[in-house]
Nanobody, 117 residues
Framework: QVQVVESGGGLVQSGGSLTLFCAAS????????MGWYRQTPGNQRELVAIMSSAGTSTYADFVKGRFTISRDIAHDTVDLQMNRLKPEDTAVYYCAIETFSPRLQTWGQGTQVTVSS
């Protein structure tokens, strides 16, 4: 059974930094995409940053220049370095993986990030 586990969330002041960590295990299929999404109450989950197995990264416009995604293919981990955090970055951040075949997506349980003004 695939498990996706996040860690690293917490409370930080505006302008500060946090790093989120995610590790996947138990996948019988090769993982293609790993990345991060976030969700606030009453809103849909939105993409933050993802990286493919080929090393291609995609960022949401609202984090470009502030967040950096990095991935260890060999260990099925993905990190999100978040700098210059803003109160509007406050959300539950979810790690997700997507395997090649079958094309399945698995989510972690989420980790809360709170940015105080």
């Amino acid at each position: 059974q695939v498990q996706v586990v996040e860690s690293g969330g917490g409370l930080v002041q505006s302008g500060g930094s946090l790093t989120l960590f995610c590790a996947a295990s138990g996948s019988a299929s090769v993982i293609d995409v790993m990345g991060w999404y976030r969700q606030t109450p009453g809103n849909q989950r939105e993409l933050v940053a993802i990286m493919s197995s080929a090393g291609t990264s995609t960022y949401a416009d609202f984090v470009k220049g502030r967040f950096t995604i990095s991935r260890d293919i060999a260990h099925d981990t993905v990190d999100l370095q978040m700098n210059r955090l803003k109160p509007e970055d406050t959300a539950v951040y979810y790690c997700a993986i997507e395997t090649f075949s079958p094309r399945l997506q698995t989510w972690g349980q989420g980790t809360q990030v709170t940015v105080s003004s």
